[in-house]
């Protein structure tokens, strides 16, 4: 059995290395797909036999991106995109793009016209109006609509019982992820809050069943050893992604532990499982319906700040970190009245700005800091 | 005294229908009615077959930025810690929600809210916030952007759905009952409205253009919120009755020649739109293609085909519907050249803006350029910036114009 530390240095390497992943899988025979966030039905892809390959951007300077987007784009979008003008995601067989915030609607003609219909798009529509009976059946309908392009791509018939079977496949990974995370929020001295990020990321790249037997047996390590005192912080974390190597560094340097989280890479995959239906089509629909704490999400009554705030109170957290994607308007909006949800509960929160394109983090370095000192003296 | 001598121009009667549907919200507020707020896209043939009043904060935003007070709005809203990256409507409007005052436009405070995410999807985010802050109940019809050209049955069906749902919502909290003759009789003179609007846009192709080309942006507002009523209806008929009779005898309401004829893509800088006007005028550009030609015009002969229109509004389509809208805006419209308004505040409409302007130069063979501006938050806007982008598509136009004259 592998050391805790050795299948964390291999999730490390996974996450750190996507492209090796994806050349694995190709030379195993394999077609793959690029998934976009958020909630695109990659399951769907799964049931087809192919590999669902995640596009989180990437830590560089994107330049060509900048013939399509303007400056003040996300740079995840920006990063996506310029990986595909570099041809680092050639072997993809398409890629799903989803219409949920107003940068992504741009994304799928950016990409046709500059990288070309060598990798085609997938345009993928949810509704925005997901508890209702309607909104299920349209998303249901669209999912169906993108079966339909995935089967031509794989070449194959795609049965009811391929895609039940997939969603249980993810449905185990998130089952497994959720218990890695309640077991590393009790290891902090063991699994460093760059561990963590990776070994959760590294599933968007991996088999998701391969990545269960790793995620469960590091699980199983960390239930094994004693409860060790943590001396240092311990901050939920939420936004869209938390994976820049610096600012996970600065935490570590910080002794800032994740208590838990609510970052759309992260737990927004893992935390709600698919229902299980006659139509797999439909349960996969239905879960958009359930799942909160996200801002793409439609949330009238900004569920996501409730549930922060509790998320916070029971994993006994110092503090909450908000890594703050910019040029994200659904983030920035949010911010506001889910800030103000936790000054109401008494609970200390931090934006910091981030952006894949950044070089320098010494202002994250410094606020965090502060943050901590503040934290520290409460 | 002559009938034609008492009657109103056209614009004279819009400003004041304009002005009355703003009164009749407040009247309404006062009244004890229930007043919502609403999205300008918004299928406003439910409010107005309800008899519902509604006020449009958009509409807001852009008069706040046209008036000068958009910065210090804008400004207020950052204070609050919403982010400068944000909308600037949006922020204008939150400001408005802080403060409760604003000194160049107040609306009615709302007991409901209307949104509808055609347009773009920051409104979802923006009313979301209002619903938690002023705790007032919020109704989202989700019309998801096109992936092809046309609207698939499966998004009629979920519009539609919502549509019914928005009304028995409705009916429950204003206590008024959907009478759907009266909707069918809304829907008919909205038809009209569109069409007396389309007509009066369409003068645009002539030559000279009857009428300067920033009107659009006045007249828009009521082709906006009053597009339901018979007044509207009537309102731009007389408008297009209007520009017939000086396209017919090659009269025009722009100041000077026109000697060159653009399309001006993207919304207005209202908080400069005196310089940015004053700038095209001065060198005898006139405005004669614009998206809010077709914006606003929502045609249909039944409720699955409306619910199709909503689809169809600029920025819910595809990118190759939306590029050959503005190709056949301007080719029908004689353009010159065209100018891309790269709008800080819109992430949708810039975030193809780039590959937009490519295509569209290579499909009208147009001259093209580009300027960063903001709907309303001025301090985005350069107008130096904006004076040698002009200039420099005057030297290609006059140079094409040189060449085609064979000189």
Known sequence: MSTIRELLDELQRVSGNPRAQLDAALEQGKKAVGVLPYFCPEELVYAAGMRPFGLWGAEMQANESKRYYPAFICSLLHTALELGLRGALNGLSAIMVPICCDSLKGFGANWKYGVGETIPVIDVAWAENRKIAAGAEFTRSQFRKVLGRLEEIAGRRVSDADITAAVAVYNENRKALRAFSAAAAKHPETVSPADRCAAIKAGYFMDRAEHTKKIASLTEALNALPEQPWKGLRVVTTGILADSPALLQILADNHIAIAGDQIAQESAFFRTETPVTADPVLGMAQRLGLVEGCSVLFDPGKQRGRELVQMAKDAKADGILWVMTKFCDPEEYDYVPVKRMADAAGIPLLAVEVDQQMVNYEQARSAVEAFAEVLRSD | MTE????????????????????????????????????????????????????????????????????????????????????????????????????????????????????????????????????????????????????????????????????????????????????????????????????????????????????????????????????????????????????????????????????????????????????????????????????????????????????????????????????????????????????????????????????????????????????????????????????????????????????
């Open chain 2, 4 to 407: 034609s001598e008492e009657k109103k121009p056209a614009k004279i009667v819009l400003r004041e229908l304009q002005d009355r549907i703003a009164q009749d919200a407040w009247d309404a507020k006062r009244r004890g009615e229930k007043v919502g707020w609403c999205a300008s896209n918004f299928p406003q043939e439910i409010t107005t077959a309800m008899g519902i009043p509604v006020v449009y904060p958009e509409n807001m935003g852009a008069a706040v930025g046209a008036k000068g007070g958009g910065q210090r709005m804008c400004e207020h809203a950052e204070g609050m810690g919403y982010s400068n990256d944000l909308c600037s409507y949006s922020r204008i409007n939150f400001a408005y929600t802080d403060l409760k005052r604003c000194e160049e436009l107040e609306i009615p405070f709302p007991d409901f809210l209307l949104c509808c995410n055609n347009i773009c999807n920051c409104m979802i985010k923006w009313y979301e916030n209002l619903a938690l802050a002023l705790d007032v109940p919020l109704i989202l019809i989700d019309i998801p952007h096109l992936d092809a050209v046309t609207c698939d049955a499966d998004r009629v069906k979920y519009i539609r759905a919502q549509f019914d749902d928005c009304i028995a919502q409705l009916e429950a909290i204003t206590g008024k009952k959907m009478d759907y003759d009266r909707l069918k009789e809304v829907m008919d003179v909205s038809q009209r409205s569109s069409r007396a609007w389309l007509r009066a846009v369409g003068y645009m192709s002539a030559e000279p253009s009857p009428f300067s080309g920033f009107d659009i942006f006045n007249n828009m507002a009521v082709a906006c919120v009053g597009r339901g009523t018979v007044e509207a209806a009537e309102a731009f008929e007389q408008l297009a009755d209007e520009y017939e009779a000086l396209a017919k005898d090659g009269k025009s309401t722009f100041k000077g020649e026109e000697k060159y004829r653009i399309l001006f893509e993207g919304i207005a800088c209202w908080s400069n739109l005196k310089f940015t006007y004053k700038t095209l005028q001065s060198r005898g550009i006139n405005l004669t293609a614009s998206i809010y030609g077709p914006a606003f015009s929502f045609l249909y002969g039944s409720l699955d085909e409306l619910m199709a229109a909503y689809s169809y509004v600029p920025n819910s389509n595809c990118f190759e519907r939306e590029l050959q809208l503005r190709v056949d805006d301007a080719i029908r419209n004689k353009v010159d050249g065209a100018i891309f308004h790269m709008n800080r505040s819109c992430k949708h409409w810039s975030g193809n803006l780039y590959e937009m302007e490519r295509q569209f130069r290579e499909k009208t063979g147009v001259p093209t350029v580009a300027f960063d501006g903001d709907q309303s938050d001025p301090r985005c806007f350069s107008e130096a910036q904006y004076e040698t982008r002009i200039d420099a598509l005057v030297e290609l136009m006059e140079e094409n114009k040189r060449k085609e004259g064979g000189a």
